[in-house]
């Protein structure tokens, strides 16, 4: 069994992404081919926005938007403490400061009133200057955008929705990607909408900001390629990745999300009462990156996930270390009582297998195991 089935979708859509790459070979127009520009086109409609920007990864995607914000050293940039990596990295790359906000303990995402207090307390300091919200809606789950958007407007923060998991994701109809200021997604294989390597694509309404990063992504470029006019970097994606995922979008928006939801909807029925199954907040649509149970404890979830290898089933723990623990922060000492509901999910999640292709067997399969391992 596969935790995310890539090989399968490939058998599925070997026809046409087969073609997709083919032409492109034949094309010689490896960079900046035609498909760069139209997938850039689908993919800002499917989202309802009228910018899409693409370029070579998620994490670059965050980069160019702090970029296009001219976020500096004294900065501070609230961001959630469980998420991946990327998402405090790209601030402190930028010479800005990460302040990490904890996370609702049921929908995995940003607490509203953890921003609040965090924004009030870094004010308070007076050390650093707030600069702007990242969002991220984790596992597929948008954030909880009417609260934080209210608590931005009040500070005057922009946000910057890092959907790297949550492409197709939805608050009563308005689609992930959409709820940021800037927004961006990564394409890396297994988010819910993947290429064949690297890739990622910045939104925005804001056609000051577009320009910006269409800009940076390019070496700064001015009116043409070799007029530089700031300091950028070499940020494209590949027009092969462009074809392919042109061909993968559309298999998304026909059937996949559609799929990826009954599934989630099997693994509730079969586990509801049984573990602690995902919260889905009323008009909230998720895109299932992972489906991500909750244990008892530390030693329930690494017994559960000890078992679940031996039967032959993968599962993984997204993530292990909130944010303030991790090595590269260990220097800001930030306590674990400032973010306490993000150190306790490090201990008690597991991500079960989940992708569009997964079958009801499987998924039988599966929560017979976790059954059997709690001897419910
Ligand atoms: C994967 C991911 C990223 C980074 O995307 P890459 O394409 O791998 O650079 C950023 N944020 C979150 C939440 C992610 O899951």
């Known amino acids: 069994m596969q935790f995310r089935d890539l090989k399968k979708q490939y058998e599925v859509l070997k026809e046409d992404i087969d073609k997709a790459m083919l032409d492109v070979a034949a094309s010689s127009a490896y960079i900046s081919g035609p498909q760069v520009k139209e997938l850039e086109k689908e993919l800002a409609e499917y989202v309802g926005v009228k910018h899409c920007i693409s370029c070579a990864n998620g994490t670059d995607a965050l980069t160019l938007a702090l970029m296009a914000w001219g976020v500096k050293p004294g900065d501070a940039v609230f961001v959630p403490d469980f998420t991946f990596f990327s998402s405090a990295e790209v601030v402190s790359f930028e010479g800005a400061t990460p302040v990490f906000v904890d996370v609702d303990a049921d929908t995995f995402n940003m607490d509203p009133e953890d921003l609040e207090r965090k924004i009030e307390e870094t004010i308070k300091a007076g050390i650093l200057t707030p600069k702007a919200i990242i969002t991220v809606d984790l596992f597929g789950l948008p954030a909880n955008y009417p609260a934080i958007r209210a608590i931005a407007d009040r500070h005057g923060l922009p946000i910057l929705e890092d959907s790297a998991q949550g492409f197709g994701g939805a608050i009563e109809g308005q689609r992930d990607c959409s709820f940021g200021d800037i927004a961006t997604t990564s394409f890396f294989p297994a988010k819910p909408l993947g290429c064949y390597g690297d890739g990622g694509a ?175």
């Open 202 to 376: 910045c939104f925005t309404d804001n056609d000051e900001w577009a320009a910006l990063m269409d800009s940076y992504r390019v070496h700064g470029k001015g009116t043409f390629k070799y007029d530089n006019v700031r300091i950028g970097m070499n940020s494209r994606l590949d027009t092969l990745q462009a074809a392919i995922l042109q061909v993968k979008l559309k298999a998304f928006a026909d059937y996949e999300l559609v799929d990826v939801n009954k599934a989630a909807v099997e693994y509730t029925k079969r586990l509801d009462g049984v573990v602690e199954t995902p919260v889905m907040p009323h008009g909230f649509y998720s895109s299932w990156a992972p489906y991500t149970i909750k244990l008892a404890d530390k030693q329930q979830r690494d017994g559960l996930q000890a078992h679940l290898k031996e039967a032959g089933i993968p599962s993984m723990v997204y993530y292990p270390i909130p944010m303030h623990k991790e090595t590269a922060y260990k220097d800001m000492n930030v306590k674990d009582s400032s973010c306490p509901v993000a150190t306790h999910l490090c201990d008690v999640v597991l991500s079960l297998p989940m992708h569009p292709y997964i079958t009801v067997e499987q998924i039988d399969e599966i929560c017979k195991e976790v059954k059997k391992y709690l001897g419910k």
